[in-house]
């Protein structure tokens, strides 16, 4: 499966934006998604997954009660809404898929699949 996300850019502090996650060549349905994210000079972090059903979500605690992640296998596509966004949320954000257990959820080792990533900029 090739995942392509987009939907990053600029915003300032408190503001909101919503990045997709596109596949193509499979479904997404028998897959968890899942969003990482990437700060310059620091590691991989997990911020929030979903799973196959839609019904069981998970968040890094850093983004809870301001993030929403969601997903329309229909339309082949996993969503990250990201609210009340702080500069700290600057990162390149990375969407995955993969069949990851409950223990794996929030470990990129649990995806084997990884779109390009796309640039979020909060200003203060």
């Known amino acids: 499966v090739q995942l392509q996300a987009y939907g990053g850019g600029l915003v300032q502090a408190g503001g909101s934006l919503r990045l997709s996650c596109a596949a193509s060549?499979?479904?997404?349905?028998?897959?968890?998604m899942g969003w990482f994210r990437q700060a310059p000079g620091k590691e991989r972090e997990f911020v929030a997954a979903i799973r196959r059903s839609g019904g069981t979500t998970y968040y890094a605690d850093s983004v809870k009660g301001r993030f929403t992640i969601s997903r329309d296998d229909a339309k082949n596509t996993v969503y990250l809404q990201m609210n009340s966004l702080k500069p700290e949320d600057t990162a390149v954000y990375y969407c995955a898929a993969g069949r990851p257990i409950s223990s794996t959820a929030a470990s990129s080792s649990g995806y084997g699949y990884w779109g390009q990533g796309t640039q979020v900029t909060v200003s203060s």
């Open positions: 060549g499979r479904t997404i349905s028998t897959y968890g």
